[in-house]
């Protein structure tokens, strides 16, 4: 079956860390998306990337860092310079039409302490 | 930039009833797409209704409706019959329609249903 995997579900690092999360589809979508997920926040967008070895900053984009390398993957680096690491981190997918809806993965807990 | 404003952090309604959710946004943009997402305690994003802006018939799904007020920048989402199984997190969101831009989201409402 077609999806965006996650992994870890629950991630745990100590402050001063850098941490990366992983994601992968196999959907043949074109852009990926990372969002992060705070209570009473949404979803704020961090980086995405329209096609391989491109990418752009989102909202809030300190502190974070990521790669295109191939077009399956998407991988995040939480890296220490982010005041507040703990959150729960959302991939996305698309294709490349606006029309088109996001596909989310089922999340990253990460808790920084 | 656009912004998505859901007024209603919290909503709950009695099994079998009906509920409106609220969404307006902030666009100069005449072309573009509005979603609402639903997230349940798992935390999956699960897509439930999809609206364009250049129709002017709401998009329906089932149960799901969507009141889609162009010139007013309204995008309420209704429930009908509601079920135990509709009990998440609804979260309205915008994508203009060049650019292959980003989905901007609201800050989403909490709604219960009660049995």
């Known amino acids: 079956d077609g999806g965006i995997t996650q992994s870890p579900k629950y991630l745990f690092r100590k402050e001063g860390q850098n941490v990366t999360l992983s994601c992968e589809q196999n959907?043949?979508?074109?852009?990926m998306y990372w969002y992060r997920q705070d209570p009473g926040q949404g979803l704020r967008l961090i980086y995405y990337s329209q096609i391989v070895n491109d990418f752009q900053k989102g909202d809030i984009a300190e502190g974070y860092s990521v790669s295109r390398e191939k077009k399956e993957s998407f991988p995040l680096t939480v890296t220490s310079a982010q005041k507040n690491p703990t959150a729960f981190y959302l991939c996305?997918?698309?294709?490349?039409?606006?029309?088109?809806?996001?596909?989310f993965g089922n999340g990253t807990r990460l808790t920084v302490t | 930039a656009q912004t998505v404003t859901q007024s209603q952090p919290e909503m709950s309604v009695q099994e079998a009833e009906t509920v409106t959710l609220s969404c307006t946004y902030d666009t100069s943009e005449s072309d573009y797409y509005l979603f609402w997402y639903k997230q349940p305690p798992s935390r999956q994003m699960i897509l439930v209704i999809r609206q364009e802006a250049y129709k002017q018939q709401n998009a329906t799904e089932n149960r799901f409706s969507v009141n889609f007020q162009k010139a007013a920048k309204s995008f309420s989402l209704k429930i009908s019959d509601s079920q135990l199984g509709d009990a998440a997190m609804y979260f309205c969101?915008?994508?203009?329609?060049?650019?292959?831009?980003?989905?901007?989201f609201g800050t989403g409402t909490r709604l219960t249903i009660i049995p």
């Open positions: 959907l043949n979508h074109d852009a």
């Open positions: 969101a915008y994508r203009p329609d060049f650019g292959n831009e980003k989905l901007t």
């Open positions: 996305a997918s698309s294709p490349r039409q606006e029309s088109s809806p996001l596909h």
